[in-house]
């Protein structure tokens, strides 16, 4: 098989890229390890920056995100039983919105089918070749039989655990991690949601986050252990720990309704730099990890995926790789801004560890000045609606 660029991973990343290269007549093929209904259903994330909301409208994928996705123009942050808002719209003039990562991914897998473009599901055993040459290759087992795509450009869009970045040599790649000592049990529930808006909460006994996927399923997270077993989490237990977390002195109560999914989510900061090995990109989580808080994962990956595409674009139509040259300092940039700000999200929301009462109410006084000022409420709503994507 041969194409202009093969791109390794059909989450975010992957999909976005091959239809944004798509509009710009680049040829692809998308190659992805799990079955198609496993991508879809994989409960993610669901906040999109403004900017990823441009990106889906503007190509042509927008038209499901425009009738289901949930504007959201501030969040409340809870502490000492009360509620704060942060008004983005006001503050920054922009807002975010709430539509399911698994909805984005549908949408990009339909627009994939519609193009006719190749997007092999289900494929095992897959390596990448001659990086360096202006030959790369990847190999791959589908249906028993070895299969070997011939491109220009090879896009690892294959996630945290792909074997893209391994495949960079040794030495080549300078990481950069932070591990949190906690995680979040996160959970679906088809109950309404009794908040209009997403609450950040931070609580004696740990954070908690109020957020939601349509106007009939919620979706909580509550802090825990990185090694929480879920067996232990009874739907009761979990409902009434959340009702803790949350509640607030005005006598706000969640509603509870059946649990329809329960998983532990790690907290880790993780960068890889650079995000280039020859004509090996990285994009998306395959180059970097950001704990949840903000939400910032998905909306990173679009990030890295429009530069890549106007890196490519630039490459076929006038031969120059300037831009190519640039791409990991240009997402890198970028990336660890987010980093920091989810870094100083969970820092600000969660109880360490080692930390003691002068933290916690350290961390009180710190909620307590931010929603009291403007400037550092705008701080907050700037980074969350999105830094922009110069
Ligand atoms: N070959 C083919 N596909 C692979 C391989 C492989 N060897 N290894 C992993 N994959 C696939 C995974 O099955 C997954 O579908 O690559 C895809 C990577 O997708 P994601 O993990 O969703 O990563 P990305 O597209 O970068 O999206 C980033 O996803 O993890 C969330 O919070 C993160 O919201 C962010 C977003
Ligand atoms: C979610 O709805 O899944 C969500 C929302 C906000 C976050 C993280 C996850 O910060």
Redesign the pocket.
């Known amino acids: 098989m041969r194409t202009q660029v093969a791109i390794i991973g059909a989450g975010p990343a992957g999909l976005m890229l091959g239809h944004l290269l798509h509009l710009s007549n680049i040829d692809s093929i998308i190659i992805e390890n799990r079955a198609k209904d496993y991508v879809i259903e994989r409960v993610?994330?669901?906040?999109l920056e403004q900017g990823t909301v441009d990106l889906m409208i503007a190509s042509g994928v927008g038209d499901r995100l425009k009738r289901d996705g949930l504007r959201h123009d501030g969040v409340w942050l809870a502490f000492n039983g009360e509620r704060h808002r942060i008004d983005f719209l006001g503050l920054t003039g922009k807002s975010v919105v709430?539509y399911?990562q698994n909805e984005v991914v549908k949408d990009f897998i339909a627009a994939r089918e519609a193009s006719e473009r190749p997007l092999h599901f289900e494929v095992s055993d897959v390596r990448v070749r001659d990086v360096e040459s202006a030959r790369p290759k990847v190999c791959l087992q589908k249906d028993d039989d070895e299969h070997e795509i011939v491109c220009d450009f090879i896009a690892g869009c294959d996630g945290f655990h792909g074997i893209c970045r391994p495949a960079f040599p040794s030495g080549f790649l300078q990481c950069y991690e932070k591990d949190y000592p906690f995680a979040w049990l996160?959970i679906l529930a088809t109950a309404p949601p009794s908040s209009e808006e997403?609450v950040?909460a931070l609580h004696e006994r740990g954070f908690a986050?109020y957020?939601?996927?349509s106007a009939r399923v919620t979706?909580l997270?509550l802090r825990c252990a990185p090694d929480e077993k879920i067996s232990e989490w009874p739907d009761d237990r979990i409902w009434e720990e959340l009702q803790t977390r949350l509640g607030t002195k005005d006598g706000w109560r969640i509603n509870r309704g059946t649990i329809t999914q329960k998983a532990v989510t790690p907290m880790r900061g993780f960068v890889a730099d650079p995000m280039r090995f020859g004509n090996l990109f990285l994009a998306g989580d395959a180059a970097h990890i950001v704990p949840?808080?903000?939400?910032k994962g998905l909306n990173l990956a679009a990030a890295d995926v429009r530069f890549l595409t106007h890196a490519l674009v630039a490459y076929y139509k006038t031969g120059s790789s300037d831009e190519l040259n640039n791409y990991s300092a240009k997402c890198l940039k970028r990336v660890w801004k987010a980093q920091r700000f989810s870094w100083w999200?969970t820092s600000m929301l969660h109880r360490f560890g080692t930390a003691n009462d002068f933290d916690y109410r350290r961390q009180i006084a710190e909620l307590d000045y931010l929603t009291g000022s403007r400037a550092a409420m705008t701080s907050l709503a700037e980074n969350y609606v999105g830094l922009p994507i110069e």
């Not at 949840?292 to 939400?295: E, I, L, Q, R």
């Open positions: 993610r994330a669901g906040v709430v399911g996160g997403l950040y986050l957020s939601m996927r979706r997270y949840p808080t903000g939400a999200m």
